[in-house]
């Protein structure tokens, strides 16, 4: 893809010499599976603040009831859930822990050294280029670069 810098993506999003669209589909949907998984992990991190939140929610809960004399309960609450662990031998941080140091990490350098290996590391070609087929050249809102980057 030959473009103007006025006119094209950058040189970090343009394709390397050789590299065929067969490759950049695939970089694309490699890509895609990462932002998945880059949603995932956003999940995974409200699940680790949510229980959190509930954790502390549920000791305050705990508090409330002793105050209103209902001991029984309150030691009960407080015995058997109140930081009770989510999964057998953890509290959510370390399932992120896991999660980030294990499957997460592991995408990600692959995602890396794929990208490395077919087009020099860079990113989002598969975007690049279909910014560029759906983009009406010469029209406002329509640039293939912020202004100061022309």
């Known amino acids: 893809m030959s473009n103007s810098a006025s006119d094209g993506p950058d040189a970090n999003h343009q394709r390397p010499d050789g590299v065929t669209d067969a490759t950049v589909t695939a970089l694309g949907k490699l890509s895609e599976a990462l932002e998945v998984v880059e949603h995932a992990r956003g999940y995974l991190y409200g699940f680790h603040r949510?229980?959190?939140?509930?954790?502390?929610a549920l000791g305050e809960a705990v508090d409330l009831f002793r105050e209103a004399g209902h001991t029984g309960l309150a030691d009960r609450l407080e015995q058997e859930i109140v930081g009770r662990n989510v999964i057998d031998g953890r509290w959510t941080f370390q399932v992120v822990e896991?999660?980030?140091?294990?499957?997460?990490?592991?995408?990600?350098?692959?995602?890396?050294?794929?990208?490395q290996e077919?087009?020099?590391g860079k990113r989002h070609l598969f975007e690049a280029e279909m910014k560029e087929d759906r983009r009406t050249h010469g029209r406002a809102n329509h640039e293939a670069l912020p202004s100061e980057a022309q």
């Open 50 to 56: 949510l229980t959190g939140k509930a954790d502390l």
């Open 98 to 115: 896991d999660y980030d140091d294990g499957y997460y990490a592991q995408f990600k350098a692959a995602e890396k050294l794929a990208r």
């Open 118 to 120: 077919l087009v020099d």
